[in-house]
């Protein structure tokens, strides 16, 4: 009884020790060989600065792998799972994101960013976007809380009814973006652009703008933590 409870201690140590799970190495060749591979398991792959610009991606596992400084410009991602991917200065241009889950991803740094993406509905939990090229990107209903886009650029953004429950916003760039309909309850917008920017409607419970710039914002319906409802440019 002894040996087989030192034998079964040694087996499960040896599973503990088990690297995550690693992607399916035929989808990864079909990536390399195509620039395609929609629902593939491409999980803890390492695709730094591969060049798949228009690549179809959709519903594909890319969960914790590093596609750092990447071109995906116009790529189609929707549903994708890139949960704690590394996107660091990755080129999401016009990318196609719709319902993707982006929980954790590192976003950040990039010079072309991800202007003009459509990230419709896509799960940015505690997302890392800070000093990211966001013009023009599509949000709405997108999930961004405790989301870090400290100094982003998000001018001409939509973010329509987006949940950005406590972000970090501060210095971010936001003239002209609509944020109509958004959660900002707890968010910190210290020291933002938000210039012309429409945030009608909006929860803004508990949020910070300090030394934020709101010249010309449309406050129409939103409302504080008081329940105090600003109505004057309605």
Request: hydrophobic residues 45%; negative net charge.
């Amino acid at each position: 009884m002894k040996n087989r409870s030192i034998a079964l201690v040694a087996l499960l140590g040896c599973a503990l020790a088990l690297p995550a799970q690693a992607f399916d190495a035929a989808h990864l060749q079909r990536l390399k060989d195509t620039g395609s591979c929609a629902g593939c398991d491409l999980s803890n792959a390492e695709l730094d600065q591969i060049e798949l610009p228009g690549a179809n991606l959709r519903n594909a596992n890319l969960q914790d792998t590093s596609i750092w400084g990447a071109n995906l410009a116009g790529a189609d991602l929707r549903g994708a799972t890139l949960v704690r991917t590394d996107l660091s200065r990755a080129i999401l241009t016009n990318a196609k994101l719709a319902g993707a889950n982006l929980a954790k991803a590192k976003l950040g740094g990039g010079v072309q960013g991800a202007t003009g993406a459509d990230m419709t509905g896509a799960d940015l939990t505690a997302v890392t976007l800070s000093n990211a090229n966001m013009r023009w990107t599509i949000l709405t209903k997108a999930n961004l809380t405790n989301a870090n886009l400290e100094g982003a650029d998000l001018t001409f953004a939509k973010l329509i009814n987006a949940n950005l429950t406590g972000a970090a916003l501060e210095s971010a760039g936001l003239p002209s973006a609509d944020l109509s309909g958004a959660n900002l309850t707890n968010a910190n917008l210290a020291g933002a652009n938000l210039r012309q920017a429409n945030l009608s409607n909006t929860n803004i419970a508990g949020t910070t703008f300090e030394n934020a710039m709101t010249t010309d914002v449309k406050w129409c319906g939103a409302k504080d933590g008081n329940g105090v409802t600003y109505n004057d440019d309605c």
